[in-house]
């Protein structure tokens, strides 16, 4: 797991998460999207920080807006799936 890698949140941000961001980005086709399913944990700010980082960082990704989806096991927790589209 990254989390085990990167020993502080700022860390595994720098480290793992925005450089994945560049690299799906760069792997994506015209046209093509990317959609990533990331939770904030605790008081940290994944989800704010990821969609800074690529406003500012990756040009090219538009977003698109979110996909909501819940186990069937569990309906009271909702997922978000967050999706850009590459121009």
């Known amino acids: 797991?990254?989390?085990e890698k990167f020993k502080t949140v700022d860390k595994w941000k720098r480290g793992f998460l925005?450089?994945?961001l560049k690299k799906s980005y760069?792997?994506?086709n015209k046209r093509g999207y990317l959609a990533l399913y990331i939770t904030?944990?605790?008081d940290n700010t994944y989800i704010k920080d990821m969609k800074n980082y690529i406003k500012h960082?990756?040009?090219g990704l538009r977003y698109q807006g979110d996909l909501h989806y819940f186990h069937k096991e569990n309906k009271r927790t909702i997922r978000t799936i967050y999706v850009w589209q590459k121009s």
Do not use: E, R, Y
């Open 1 to 3: 797991q990254s989390v």
């Open 18 to 20: 925005f450089p994945l």
């Open 26 to 28: 760069n792997s994506l």
């Open 40 to 42: 904030d944990f605790k």
């Open 57 to 59: 960082k990756v040009k």
